[in-house]
């Protein structure tokens, strides 16, 4: 997967230039140079609006991986998502019962050589406004996360995939998972390639996510308050870079 997602990356612009969009509601698209504040390029596949994916919109240079690592991920989500539900104490199927495994987005991400990695940052300190988050990354290194006030590397592992919780679990699990902040450093070496599978939930039709019932008692009263998908990415979107949404949601 990362070989073949960097031979997409790595094509004449020109090609690449297909696939160049901001419209959001575009299921494939390529992003290069985002906000300006981040040193990737992004390859996405959005399943947001429905599970089934046209073969064809998916660019030649990585279509076969692609679809094949998306059917295996979101097998290994699903898993997850049972092993999660049963550490909050709860049936295996109900995370997913609530859609937590849907809405799921794939990203091959690219990030070049930097010649002045200090100006900038391949994604700047930040928790991921999703349920949960699967990375696949190369051996280049970059990964960050924060550990007890300090930024400490992780290391990739050949062959290892990277979990992290987001802020949608953090808010139904009433505070029981936290999310991670995390960061990914410019390097004056590159290219770096990792591949992101995120899934924020069901959002067609507009779905309503809290705290969830079970969990909540007298003794744990609910830690948020009900929110839709949309507009918990929308407050994190307007929100400075480094901060999540989750203030917002507090009661
Ligand atoms: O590229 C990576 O390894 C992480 C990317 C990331 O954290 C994100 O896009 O939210
Ligand atoms: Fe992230």
């Given amino acids: 997967m990362i070989d073949r997602g960097q031979a997409f990356h790595e094509q004449d612009p020109e090609v690449k230039k297909a696939f160049y969009r901001r419209d959001h509601t575009r299921r494939v698209r390529y992003e290069s140079n985002y906000d300006l504040l981040t040193w990737r390029d992004s390859l996405i596949i959005s399943m947001g609006f429905s599970d089934h994916i046209d073969a064809d919109e998916i660019p030649s240079a990585c279509r076969t991986i692609a679809i094949e690592y998306i059917k295996h991920v979101t097998n290994l989500g699903d898993t997850l998502f049972e092993l999660l539900s049963e550490a909050l104490g709860l049936k295996p199927d109900h995370l997913t019962a609530l859609e937590c495994n849907n809405g799921r987005h794939f990203i091959c991400f690219y990030y070049p050589a930097c010649p002045e990695p200090e100006l900038t940052s391949g994604i700047y300190n930040h928790s991921d406004a999703t349920f949960l988050t699967i990375l696949l990354q190369d051996q280049l290194g970059g990964f960050q996360v924060i550990h007890e006030n300090q930024w400490v590397d992780v290391q990739p592992i050949a062959g290892a995939l990277l979990v992290n919780i987001g802020d949608l679990l953090q808010i139904v699990s009433n505070n029981k998972f936290k999310s ?43 830690l948020y308050r ?14 400075e870079h480094g901060t999540s949404g989750l203030d917002y949601f507090k009661l």
Avoid: M, T
């Avoid at 990792?194 to 009263?221: D, M, T």
């Fill in 226 to 239: 009900d929110f839709l998908v949309s507009d918990y990415i929308k407050q994190y979107l307007s929100k």
């Fill in 180 to 222: 991670v902040n995390h960061r990914v450093l410019a390097k004056r070496v590159g290219p770096r390639i990792s591949v992101g599978w995120f899934c924020v939930g069901g959002s067609v039709p507009p779905k309503l996510y809290g705290p969830i019932k079970e969990l909540i008692s007298k003794e744990n009263p609910p």
